[in-house]
């Protein structure tokens, strides 16, 4: 690695052999926290060379010896200005101060033209502060919901957190927090992410056009970062809503070198109802009842500068999900005890180390840990006369991995900006075990023993390199190539994947956008419900189950309508290959047979275009999104071997987003979208059968036949939701009212469609009809926030 280094750097830096150049470097922070600024634009007014700032806020801009004008900019900052005389090496670190406004018009960054000049497709920011101001469920701010407003996501079932991007499935998103992957991603079934937005301080979709440093999965990259915590004061903030409470605190350890930030979040639902199974305990007289539900989050963040060019932090989350019901009784001569649990939730841990080796070269070291799993079980202890029975019986399923990665960024001149690195990652997958226990006082043979799926132990391990290029004073693109390979059960998968996008500056204001990149992924999810469920089993590609591979092609334009508002169009075509679904009854319930054996593999493809409005700056803000798509899938042995709709394939999807600030005290959310409706699979006839059963009598039992899989659709989906914030700056900090309404209008929209029978009384016989289960209708939420 030291000596492809060493060749790397002479190579690109011959240039500097010829002409008199000198380095400006530093970090892009913010003035009044300390946060580092990631994307910060860096550009000199004069030679019209530019750079940006990376992941933790370093820049680094090689320019000609003499007079410049770097300009230093950040969306929602003002920007600063810097007359240099430039005659050597020289590193200045930039605070930039959250924009003002002055005589109603507001201090902006060139945010919009840097959209412009990009070789990025395909990818959004948004602001942290946008996804909190608006309206959400029951006023739970939702990162996830807030990105499924965005075109070219679905959401999946009315309500549900999953994320279906440019046709892809939900296990096709590499979901990244502070790096580190994370394999569930919802809360209640689905309903609530995990991600608390009090600790988060960037969040990024990119849906095509992947730099070769992404790979492992189709569809998209989610990157959220932390905030890395006050390094000037202590700051607090949180919030007590229907539902649940949250609290973040973050402060200077040692002022400007060390900080921490600490945030978490509970429901209380189930501490609420205690008194209510009190009451019911004592009423059915049983001596004891427990039971109810919660999830909780917790984030912390340390890091530590040890100088200039070092510095070290440690992150971790972790997350669960509970459900449990515990009842005891007892009588004369008998005791009684039956206790249900359902568990699942994630582990993500991060210990990464910053170090600028030179001006030019910046590197990241990082060591990972992440888990996920899911347990449920039954214990059931029953006593009479001083002999016991205890019964139990638990089913776990998870994924462990551990990792070490490299990355590096080394930016030679305004003409190049070079990434590459390398990650190896060791898993382990538990795709379901079974344990069964019986104790009794009054049997000689107990029973204690495990069945199911073996553990299964697989190593990934891949490389990358990439460029963004300037190849002519209008063209410029991103050139890479990520290599991996996947070692499992004897067998080594690999994969070369190219990644190529190129950028036409047609003026300041437009430009033209390609790209082609090759993608494989080694894990698969297998689900067969419509909800995000924890029962849906992550499991790897073995010597008989092939990776996952596609290529997506994307096309498109950005034009800059003003400096605050941006205007994109894309279109898109992505192939998938050796995909899975359970075979037609199969699910991870079935223990008879490993799970290899009940699947189906086919293929997929989906293609469409993309429409997006955007306004990140000023009072209004917000986006107006339009999706035209179509997703398919077909496997040999499902619907008769015909291509079928994907069950989240929509044809159209809309989406309105605003937030609008009237003064310092009052600000509204506003989000509208509308979608076809899901397709769904309904039988078309239905006939009586006559059958055998246990008894040796014979039964009827009514037989569907369905002729097209996913060949219905569900009545359009449409919704409205609406919240006001009121403001108020107290003493102690600030203090805010938010109240909301989630489906505003009382749509009544379909979760899912079944056929029943209703009596019709005017010739007196039952009608079989098709009806519908709406799960939401018009809710209000409140909650008071609280910063300090």
Request: proline share 3%; aromatic share 14%; with cysteine.
């Amino acid at each position: 690695m030291r000596r492809l280094l060493f060749i790397i750097c002479l190579i690109l830096n011959l240039s500097g052999l010829f002409a008199q150049v000198h380095t400006i470097s530093g970090f892009v922070e913010d003035a009044g926290s300390g946060e580092k600024l990631i994307n910060a634009n860096i550009y000199d007014s004069k030679t019209l060379k530019g750079t940006i700032s990376n992941n933790y806020g370093f820049y680094s801009l090689t320019l000609p010896e003499g007079e410049i004008e770097l300009i230093y900019s950040f969306v929602g900052y003002s920007p600063i200005k810097k007359q240099i005389n430039l005659v050597k090496d020289t590193k200045i670190d930039i605070p930039l101060e959250a924009s003002i406004e002055l005589q109603g018009v507001t201090i902006t960054s060139n945010s919009v033209q840097s959209k412009v000049r990009s070789t990025q497709m395909s990818r959004i920011e948004i602001p942290v502060e946008t996804i909190k101001n608006l309206p959400v469920l029951l006023g739970e701010v939702d990162i996830i919901k807030t990105i499924q407003l965005l075109p070219g996501v679905q959401s999946g079932s009315e309500g549900a957190s999953g994320l279906y991007v440019r046709g892809g499935g939900p296990d096709q998103n590499l979901v990244l927090l502070d790096g580190v992957p994370v394999y569930n991603v919802n809360h209640l079934f689905g309903f609530f992410s995990v991600f608390n937005a009090d600790a988060i301080n960037t969040v990024s979709l990119t849906k095509g056009g992947f730099p070769a440093r992404y790979g492992g999965r189709l569809s998209s990259v989610l990157d959220i970062r932390m905030k890395e915590g006050n390094t000037k004061e202590i700051k607090g903030e949180g919030s007590v809503g229907i539902i649940s409470s949250k609290l973040a605190i973050e402060g200077p350890i040692i002022k400007d070198k060390t900080s921490f930030i600490v945030s978490g979040r509970r429901t209380y639902i189930d501490i609420l109802s205690y008194p209510i199974q009190y009451f019911m305990a004592k009423s059915e007289d049983i001596d004891r009842l427990r039971a109810g539900y919660y999830f909780y989050d917790v984030n912390a963040k340390i890091n530590h500068k040890f100088s200039d060019r070092s510095r070290l932090y440690l992150s971790s989350y972790m997350g669960s999900d509970k459900v449990y019901a515990f009842i005891k009784d007892k009588g004369y001569n008998f005791k009684e005890e039956n206790n249900f649990k359902l568990r699942w939730g994630n582990i993500t841990s991060a210990l990464r180390w910053n170090y600028i080796l030179n001006n030019k070269l910046f590197s990241n070291t990082t060591l990972t840990y992440s888990r996920f799993k899911f347990l449920t079980g039954l214990e059931s202890i029953y006593e009479v006369d001083n002999k016991k029975d205890e019964y139990g019986i638990d089913y776990s399923s998870g994924i462990y991995d551990w990792a070490v990665k490299i990355d590096f960024d080394y930016l030679p001149n305004p003409n190049n900006y070079i990434r590459f690195g390398l990650n190896n990652t060791y898993h382990t997958f538990n795709p379901g075990i079974n344990t069964f226990r019986v104790l009794s006082d009054n049997s000689d043979s107990d029973i204690d023993t495990t069945f199911g799926n073996k553990n299964i132990y697989a190593n990934e391990f891949y490389m990358y390199v990439e460029d963004d290029i300037k190849l002519a004073s209008k063209i410029k693109s991103n050139i890479g190539l990520h290599y991996s390979n996947f070692s499992v059960k004897g067998k080594i998968y690999h994969s070369l994947e190219p990644r190529f996008s190129i950028r036409y500056l047609y003026n300041e204001k437009l430009s033209f956008k390609a790209a082609a990149t090759k993608m494989t992924q080694y894990i698969h999810l297998l689900t067969n419900s419509t909800l995000n469920m924890p029962t849906d089993l992550w499991v790897p590609v073995t010597d008989t189950i092939n990776p996952l591979r596609s290529w997506q092609f994307a096309a498109g334009a950005v034009y800059a309508l003003t400096d605050k508002i941006d205007v994109s169009i894309e279109g898109f075509y992505k192939n998938m290959h050796n995909l899975i679904e359970y075979k037609e009854g199969a699910s991870y319930f079935s223990t008879g047979d490993k799970w290899e054996n009940k699947i189906e593999i086919g293929k997929g493809w989906s293609y469409g275009a993309e429409f997006l409005v955007k306004k990140d700056l000023g009072k209004t803000t917000g986006w107006i999104g339009y999706t035209l798509s179509w997703s398919e899938r077909k496997f040999e042995n499902i619907g008769f071997g015909k291509t079928f709709p994907y069950k989240y394939d929509r044809r159209h999807d809309i989406s309105v987003v605003v937030t609008h600030k009237f003064n310092d005290k009052v600000d509204v959310g506003l989000t509208w979208v509308y979608g076809t409706g899901n397709a769904t699979t309904l039988g078309i006839e239905r006939y009586a059968s006559l059958e055998g059963s246990l008894e040796g009598y014979l039964e009827a039992w009514d037989i569907e036949y369905f002729e097209n899989r996913n060949g219905f659709r569900m009545p359009s989906y449409h919704r409205l939701d609406v919240g006001v914030n009121l403001h108020k700056e107290k003493k102690w900090g600030k203090r805010t009212w938010s109240f909301g309404l989630y489906n505003a209008y009382n749509r009544q929209n379909p979760f899912f469609l079944y056929f029943t029978h209703e009596h019709n009384y005017q010739n007196d016989q039952n009608n079989q009809v098709l009806k519908q289960l709406s799960l939401f209708p018009v809710i209000p939420s409140v909650s008071y926030k609280f910063e300090f």
